[in-house]
């Protein structure tokens, strides 16, 4: 996508209540204190990489986050929200203003790959970093860490946290945590993103729904008596032609996308168990909400026809994000005073043996420049957009990933467990840090920030999560069936 090279208060309408840039000296001790942590951050991150463990199953990388924040100095509780991987970690300076950076942990199924740049699985290994939510914890608490610092050498006045958040892919943990409220006091919260270049965007993400539709029915000899069977995998195939049909009669924009999870273990044998799991997505939450209610009704219909029974468990729901253009302004400034990563030679040679199987080329160089601030929707999901419903809410991407790379893929997985990923981390560790102290110091940044997010979300908003009142699904990356 072309991204116009114009001003960001001309783009977006940037507040004049945005904060001013930390004093030169303090600014430098902030990112002095985050290269410092550089090595620590690799390790850290590399060590999460090769854990690879998915939703809710995030136990040694969760309690190695936990640890690092303990021992600098944060008061940590863990198991928040239902969820024993999920954790807050607060150091309190005074009476002030709360603000919280996001970590987040998860790795994604079926993605196992090593470090090297060609297609390499790691066998035996069932996950990977296709997001590099590895770099993301990793860069989130030593972002934490150098602002904890710069709070106690200046006696800065305010609460700072780190929400540790899991199973951002497909398990909707963040949208647990603002259910449970505990986003409610939080004055602004920043979060980052691996990706294959460095920006700050305010656009919209993705609305989705989640579930998994689960058919039963009765086995029988496929040949012998297949008059005695009822094939719930009929029942899916059903469900899957009849929701196909479907897509000529949604709203533009509107994404439909399933995977069949459990279709039975032999040919000669009707299946009396079968599952699909579906995603629904558009910008726009109520339209997700009726196109996931006509999902669920081709689901009864097939169930009918095949003569089987269906249930059907909601595993997750997030909003389309809402930007904040008063913090967007904040973290644009401080992206570009930072800058983008320098890649040695060697990283560079490493880039162009993994660039021919990129399906996008980009040039190399485009890694370390900053783009301006654009508005650009996503056609992914995140459960970051719940929060930035209820606290006004910004983030970045920085280039942990070659340019081209789409996120998901083989080549993310390989470029988050080296230093390319570990050089972006740091890039939006200092952008994080420098951000969070510049809004310690401005209380008028924060409520501007704040009215802008009463006024999108409107006077009589309500925050209901997507998912009900149902509790966190913990197996949800747990084989069909179990």
């Not at 601030?373 to 280039?399: E, F, K, N, Y």
């Amino acid at each position: 996508m072309t991204r116009l090279a114009l001003s960001a208060c001309l783009l977006i309408g940037a507040s004049p209540l945005a904060a001013a840039p930390l004093p030169p000296a303090e600014n430098a001790a902030i990112t002095a204190d985050v290269d410092g942590r550089a090595g620590a951050l690799a390790d850290t991150a590399k060590a999460i990489w090769t854990y690879a463990e998915v939703g809710y199953q995030e136990v040694k990388s969760s309690a190695l986050l936990q640890q690092d924040l303990r021992k600098a100095g944060f008061t940590v509780t863990a198991g928040v929200a239902g969820m024993p991987t999920a954790f807050v970690a607060i150091f309190k300076n005074g009476a002030g203003p709360v603000i919280a950076i996001l970590a987040e942990f998860d790795a994604l199924p079926g993605l196992a790959q090593t470090t090297d740049p060609v297609a390499t699985p790691i066998a035996g290994q069932a996950a990977g970093h296709g997001c590099g939510h590895n770099v993301f914890g990793a860069a989130s608490i030593t972002a934490a860490m150098a602002v904890k610092d710069w709070m106690v050498r200046n006696k800065v006045a305010g609460e700072l946290r780190v929400y540790g958040t899991p199973a951002e892919e497909g398990g909707s943990g963040k949208v647990y945590m603002v259910r449970s409220g505990l986003f409610d006091d939080v004055a602004a919260t920043l979060h980052w993103h691996p990706g294959d270049g460095n920006a700050v965007s305010v656009g919209k993400s993705q609305a989705n729904i989640s579930g998994k539709f689960r058919f039963r029915g009765v086995s029988a000899h496929a040949s012998a008596a297949p008059d005695k069977g009822r094939s719930a995998l009929d029942g899916v195939e059903i469900m899957d032609v009849a929701t196909n049909f479907l897509r000529e009669h949604v709203p533009q924009g509107t994404r439909i996308h399933y995977v069949i999870t459990e279709g039975g273990k032999a040919p000669n044998v009707v299946p009396d168990f079968a599952e699909v799991y579906y995603y629904v997505r558009h910008t726009d939450p109520a339209i997700v909400k009726a196109v996931w209610q006509r999902v669920n009704d081709a689901a009864q219909g097939a169930a009918l026809a095949s003569g089987t029974k269906v249930e059907v468990e909601i595993t997750g729901g997030v909003y389309s994000m809402l930007g904040n253009d008063t913090l967007a302004a904040v973290m644009q400034r401080n992206l570009e005073a930072v800058g983008g990563p320098a890649w040695t030679a060697a990283e560079r040679g490493w880039a162009e043996k993994l660039q021919p199987s990129l399906p996008t080329k980009k040039d190399l160089a485009s890694a370390a420049q900053i783009q301006p601030l654009h508005r650009q929707d996503s056609g992914g999901s995140t459960d970051v957009s719940d929060i930035s419903w209820v606290s006004p809410t910004v983030g970045l991407s920085t280039a942990t990933w070659v340019p081209g790379t789409p996120a998901h893929s083989w080549q993310a997985v390989a470029a988050s467990g080296g230093s390319i990923g570990a050089k972006g981390g740091v890039v939006a560790a200092k952008a994080l840090a420098l951000s969070a102290a510049e809004l310690f110091r401005s209380p008028d940044t924060l409520a501007a920030a704040r009215a802008e997010l009463d006024k999108a979300r409107g006077a009589d908003f309500k925050y209901q999560a997507m998912v009900g009142d149902r509790t966190p699904p913990l197996d949800y990356r747990k084989p069909a069936g179990n």
